[in-house]
């Protein structure tokens, strides 16, 4: 069986469809800033081509995205 999880995107507030193992996501603390310990917040995949677009154009390398990331997942219960 398939599944995909479903939550807003913690950039732009969308709600999005993800594989939550493979989804891009930020890590932030109860205040919602960047916090390596914090809770992994997933980002959809407009955000992080715009954000990808950006780095580009300060000569930073793009963020990678894994195949699937905004696919369902095989349950491995199924």
């Given at each position: 069986m398939a599944y995909i999880a479903f939550s807003a995107c913690f950039a732009c507030g969308k709600p999005f469809g993800y594989n939550p193992d493979l989804v891009p996501s930020i890590?932030?603390?109860e205040n919602n800033q960047?916090?390596?310990n914090g809770v992994r917040k997933p980002v959809c995949e407009d955000c992080m081509r715009l954000t990808n677009i950006r780095r580009?154009?300060?000569g930073l390398q793009p963020h990678v995205i894994l195949p699937g990331a905004y696919e369902a997942t095989e349950d491995c219960n199924g």
């Open positions: 890590r932030v603390n960047p916090d390596p580009e154009r300060m």
